[in-house]
């Protein structure tokens, strides 16, 4: 479940932000600190309106924040479901509280609790809800993405290695919403093959 | 007149009944204030004591403390509570009692109104709370998104409960919003220009203008999803039109200004108390007011950083991500200005000044943590876990709480009189800070461990039970020092000893009078010549009592006080206050009758509370104003003022233009909603449009016509032979017009059921009918005020209210039959 054990590319991406994400935050904080605890040194009075107010209320954030908008820009886009050549598409449909998943390669198999999914390909889940707002969320592969009524949303996940990976729902859903959570089982080339095929998974 | 038997007279006057019907009767801001701030910490112990037990449940992996039922209850109403309940009246109780003396004036400009204000948030709250008890609270989270807070999630009475009684409770925000906005602008001591306010009420300047324009979208989407559970008109529901998208829209487009409207006020009394404790002035007051002001415009930018994971396409996130880490810059602004006055001044480490500190500490890691959950794809990530609950307490305590312990403990030798003697704050300080720390680092961790929030429990194996097991430690030590607070501040109110004015050296004018304050604040009212009044003149205090001010003599039983013109302070009116009444609490109680018919669907109570309420008001306007050319009032000094009655912007007029700002944005959110449901709802268009044929249009346009000229032509007639007749009819006749096209358009669209857009029709026909019939309400009384003796060409003032309503009467109807309208007439 955790986000900074990240098993795919969209999760390491997001893993390796939030790792600058805090670095920085560490450094403004102890910076942010450390003149306050110098404001109370027994001295001479310093600094003009403008040191503190110009350069450290305004060029510093706006450098810092200008920056960071621009990163977590580039990165946003690089997670977005694009073309691929290798391209795997399956829905998500979430309900009071189970999901059920289907394959575009394999129109007639539905399973329930369980999404399977080839490793080491870009995958795009197609999530959408029969009732109330879901979030499909697998933390080790990527961010969430609502289930919206009435609405599709695409959310690109790729696992790097076969294995069991836990999934959540992450919008708040009522009595039932701890239990609200599924299993993404990545295969590799055979299984998916012999899943597509219809094999037992 | 001496000192005190000036003191005596003006107590007579402004002091609040005898006995316990007094709390009943004041509308005095020294009892209203106490009182708001009382019941808002009331509250804040049973927010707390839900905090607790959710900390108690999830100490535990596979807690069977509280299932699920219990659970979501307990959080819904934490969250709940400690938004609506606690953290915005406490920072209107903190205004409510020191804005007048801040300003240096008597009292805030709508006595009646403010004391309205708190009973309406006194009853709900009380609602909500019952509800609790009952075991019927609110359970689909502090922000109800629907489809999960509609009919189909929630067909119990929980939801209602939430939507009826907190916009039950928004009554006493947007009150306390126009009388704060009206005070600041008018209602300050001769002298006291914009650029010499103190700080404070620039911040409450903005917080007001704010509460003004963030309430209503929230205030309009309960509405919206009250009437979809109780009547079943479809705005969210997709398979008619509607879009849960929709109630994100309007709830977050006040739910992030809010957590400004939370913070502001906060970082207005850190301006305030941080330089009295640096012993300077405020570092950059030019740049403080530009940075309060520019956070205010920014915050209604980012709402949608509430909404990244919706599928919103990623440039439209960008923008938002833009504006949400942009606004991180004015808080830079402050925090540096506060930091460079620290390091200009004499800093000491007295409690007050602990608390800011802790203030620093705690707020900008809640920022740092909201640039990181402003950049979108890490929101992806951590939104709905634990790291967010995180990173809003940081925020919230932090920028909120902590600033207002500074201001309890700045403020309590002002209210009491004493100085505080027992050292238990500095240990209370001790517990909260550490258990706080302790408490929230420990919940990011588990949050990026994957916890979500609002799970009622979870399986051990994790990794999260340690860090749970410590976090729940934490905020049971933060409790007892919450506890200690209350105990400190008990004792020290009750038992400590008489302290000496202005204990802290500061220089503003709320410490210029006795202490604890008398009911009317100012012996006589000074003239002010700078930003801190009590440096400039140290002896202030003494002719304040001498009555060498304004208004030194009192006069029979009138409650009197001035007003300024805006921008330069110069003396403008003589006003006189209402005096205790029991007419808003009994308001108040009548207006619940109709919150309460809406709750139990009992459907005849609501008339029949409208009635109440409109007899009321009826009484409530009965007593202001003259029967007779009153002529210029003698102020002292040597200035002779006009009397409100005889001013063509009365006070009455300020508050109608700042009430009516609310009112505005509440019709533009609903014209917001309606053309996104237009353009993003899946199952648009709708069957049918309604056919508007000719007889509506004509008719809204001949009402809307009439209504705009009708108070005009009664002012000409008033003010030339005293006859405001013929233009009161023309005004009914607008009226009467735009009632009869409302109901026309409604009668178009039969079924509000059927579809998103009829219902939206029913919404637009409902709010020009509303306002068409308020207006005819206000002809008729004013028509009773002109035969009882109230108008004359010199006392036409109220004509002037009465064309502020029918004009946005006029605009309200031509927009919005237009809209409800217009596509029928283009297909």
């Known amino acids: 479940m955790s986000v900074v054990h990240p098993a795919g590319p969209a999760a390491a991406t997001i893993a390796t932000l939030w790792w600058v994400l805090l670095a920085g935050a560490v450094a403004i904080f102890g910076l942010v600190m450390g003149l306050l605890a110098l404001a109370f040194r027994p001295r001479e009075s310093t600094g003009g309106d403008r040191v503190w107010i110009v350069g450290l209320g305004l060029v510093f954030p706006l450098a810092v924040l200008g920056s960071l908008l621009a990163y977590g820009l580039v990165v946003g886009e690089r997670l977005l479901p694009r073309e691929a050549p290798d391209l795997v598409t399956v829905r998500a449909e979430g309900r009071q509280w189970a999901w059920s998943f289907s394959y575009a390669d394999a129109p007639d198999r539905v399973t329930e609790g369980v999404l399977h999914i080839p490793a080491g390909r870009p995958v795009d889940v197609e999530i959408t809800t029969v009732d109330v707002i879901h979030s499909f969320w697998v933390p080790r592969l990527a961010g969430k993405l609502d289930a919206i009524p009435g609405h599709v949303n695409r959310l690109r996940i790729e696992a790097w290695a076969p294995g069991e990976y836990a999934g959540v729902s992450s919008e708040y859903s009522g009595p039932g919403y701890r239990e609200h959570v599924f299993t993404v089982r990545a295969h590799d080339a055979e299984g998916w093959s012999a899943f597509l095929a219809g094999g037992t998974p | ?827």
């Open chain 2, 1 to 827: 007149m001496n000192a005190l038997q000036r003191h005596r007279a003006l107590t007579r006057i402004w002091a609040s009944e005898p006995g316990w019907t007094g709390w009943l009767t004041t509308v005095n801001h020294n009892d209203l204030g106490r009182m708001f701030l009382v019941a808002a910490a009331t509250f804040f112990g049973i927010g707390g004591l839900l905090a607790m037990l959710i900390r108690a449940q999830l100490a535990s992996p596979r807690s069977a403390f509280m299932g699920p039922e219990v659970y979501n209850q307990v959080f819904t109403m934490h969250g709940t509570i400690m938004m609506f309940l606690f953290a915005i009246p406490l920072f209107e109780g903190l205004t409510v009692y020191l804005l007048p003396k801040m300003l240096g004036t008597r009292d805030l400009a709508f006595p009646r109104l403010g004391a309205y204000g708190f009973w309406c948030y006194v009853f709900g709250g009380s609602m909500l709370v019952l509800s609790l008890l009952a075991g019927v609270a609110p359970d689909s989270g502090w922000f109800m998104y629907p489809p999960l807070s509609s009919s189909l999630g929630s067909p119990g009475i929980n939801s209602d409960v939430w939507l009826i009684g907190i916009t039950f409770v928004e009554i006493s925000a947007i009150s306390a919003a126009v009388e704060v906005v009206v005070t600041i602008l008018r209602y300050r001591a001769p002298g006291m220009s914009l650029d010499r306010m103190p700080i404070f009420a620039w911040y409450m300047l903005v917080v007001a203008v704010m509460i003004l324009t963030g309430f209503p979208p929230m205030i309009l989407g309960s509405i919206l999803l009250e009437l979809e559970r109780a009547f079943g008109m479809p705005f969210f529901q997709v398979a008619e039109g509607g879009d849960s998208l929709l109630w994100q829209h309007l709830f977050w487009l006040f739910g992030h200004p809010e957590v400004y409207i939370i913070f502001l006020p906060a970082a207005g009394v850190v301006s305030t108390i941080l330089p009295v404790m640096a012993r300077r002035t405020l570092m950059g007051y030019g740049w403080i007011v530009g940075a309060a002001v520019s956070l205010g415009v920014l915050s209604f930018g980012l709402w949608v950083h509430h909404m990244f994971t919706t599928g919103i396409p990623h440039m439209g996130l960008a923008f938002f991500s833009a504006a949400s880490t942009l606004v991180a810059v004015p808080t830079a602004v402050q925090i540096f200005a506060w930091i460079g006055t620290l390091w200009t001044g004499r800093p000491q480490l007295r409690l007050p000044m602990l608390w800011i500190l802790a203030f620093f500490a705690t707020f900008v890691i809640g920022g740092l943590t909201g640039v990181m959950v402003a950049v979108v794809p890490f929101d992806w990530q951590v939104h709905d876990t634990h790291f967010v609950v995180a990173h809003l307490h940081y925020v919230l305590v932090g920028g909120f709480v902590f600033p207002m312990l500074a201001a309890i403990y700045y403020w309590l030798p002002h209210m009491t009189g004493r100085r505080r003697f027992f050292r238990l704050g500095e240990t209370a300080f001790w517990l909260i800070v550490v258990g706080f720390h302790v408490t929230f680092l420990a919940v990011h961790w588990v949050g990026l461990l994957g916890q979500r929030r609002r799970t009622e429990t979870y399986e051990p194996g994790q990794g999260w039970e340690i860090i749970n097991l410590v976090s729940s430690i934490g905020g049971f030590v933060t409790a007892i020092g919450f506890g200690l607070v209350l105990v400190d501040v008990v004792v020290n109110a009750a038992v400590a000893i008489r302290g000496s004015r202005d204990p802290w050296g500061a220089g503003t004018l709320e410490w210029a009078m006795p202490t604890p304050p008398p009911a009317y604040n100012f012996a006589s009212l000074p003239e002010v010549r700078g930003r801190d009044p009590l440096y400039d003149d140290p002896d202030l205090p003494v002719r304040i009592a001498r009555g060498e001010g304004f208004l030194g003599t009192p006069r029979g039983n009138l409650r009197e006080t001035l007003t300024v013109d805006v921008a330069s302070g110069r003396a403008a009116h003589h006003v006189v206050l209402p005096g205790n009444t029991a007419l808003p609490i009994v308001m108040a109680l009548v207006t619940g009758g109709a919150f309460v018919g809406m709750l139990l669907k009992l459907y005849w109570l609501v008339p029949l509370a409208a009635l109440g309420v409109i007899i009321l008001a009826i009484r409530w306007v009965w007593t202001l104003g003259s029967r007779t050319d009153l002529g210029p009032q003698d102020v002292g000094r040597g200035l002779a003022l006009p009397a409100a009655p005889e001013v063509e912007d009365p006070p009455g007029w300020w508050g109608t233009l700042f009430l009516l700002i609310a009112d505005a944005t509440l019709f533009g959110s609903l014209l917001f909603g309606y053309a996104f449901l237009w353009t993003v709802a899946p199952n648009w268009p709708p069957p049918a449009y309604l056919e508007p044929g000719a007889l509506m249009p004509a008719l809204a346009g001949a009402g809307a016509l009439l209504a705009v000229l009708g108070p005009r032509v009664a002012e000409r007639g008033l003010r030339r032979s005293g006859q405001a007749g013929a233009g009161l009819g023309l005004t009914l006749a607008g009226a009467v017009g735009a009632a009869v096209a409302a109901g026309l358009a409604i009668r178009g669209a039969a079924d509000p059921q059927a579809h998103a857009y009829d219902a939206t029709v029913w919404v637009l026909g409902g709010y020009v009918l509303f306002h068409a019939v308020l207006l005819a309400l206000m002809v008729g009384v004013l028509g009773a005020r002109a035969w009882a003796g109230f108008l004359s060409p010199l006392r036409y003032g109220e004509l002037r209210i009465l064309r502020l309503w029918a004009d946005y009467g006029a605009a309200a109807t031509v927009l919005g039959l237009a809209a409800a309208g217009l596509p029928g007439a283009l297909t």
